[in-house]
């Protein structure tokens, strides 16, 4: 009797195993695939959930601290920069290049009013954020507060600091024409 149980437990291994071996293929007798994900492929996957098209305000508009880059190639100068934003208020770093001049601008706006000005002198731009060139127009002088660009954008601990206006600039009103 001992050499049947024995014979019974030996079929009832294999048809565990049996069972246990159909479980780990595919719906259709196939083996299962398995896929390799590389570095690269999440990084592009994190890069193309962190990309999107938007304007400065739109940015501001969703609450998020964000610090963003960009690069922008117009008929009058090509630029590139990092944008910060928290609790409404954006400060924009750029480097421009028009005919053949590099020079760095910069844009605080605290939700109410843009704060510009530039490397190639210590005299600034105040103006009303209502006032700012339409999403439309080309600004000479960088990026308007309601264009669309195409940013990259990741979380930002936000620092107060970066948001401070720089006190060796004297900011005036925007000259009207």
């Not at 962190?50 to 501001?60: D, F, G, I, W």
């Not at 963003?68 to 609790?87: E, H, K, L, M, P």
């Not at 731009?125 to 209502?130: A, L, R, T, Y």
């Not at 960088?142 to 195409?150: E, R």
């Amino acid at each position: 009797m001992k050499s049947n149980t024995i014979v019974y437990i030996l079929i009832a291994l294999v048809v565990i195993g049996g069972i246990a071996y159909m479980m780990t293929k595919g719906d259709n007798g196939d083996a299962r695939i398995e896929t390799e994900v590389t570095s690269n492929d999440i990084e592009n996957m994190v890069a193309d959930s962190r990309t999107q098209t938007a304007s400065m305000k739109e940015l501001v508009d969703k609450g998020e601290p964000v610090k963003c880059t960009f690069t922008q190639v117009t008929s009058n100068a090509d630029s590139n920069g990092t944008v910060y934003i928290a609790d409404g208020k954006v400060r924009g770093d750029f480097e421009t290049t028009s005919a053949g001049q590099n020079f760095n601008s910069y844009m605080i706006s605290d939700g109410s009013d843009i704060y510009v000005w530039s490397s190639l002198t210590t005299q600034g731009f105040k103006m009303p954020v209502s006032n700012t060139p339409s999403a439309g127009a080309e600004s000479q002088n960088g990026v308007s507060y309601d264009q669309k660009l195409n940013y990259d954008c990741d979380p930002w601990n936000k620092d107060v600091s970066v948001f401070v206006l720089p006190a060796n600039i004297s900011f005036g009103a925007l000259p009207t024409y």
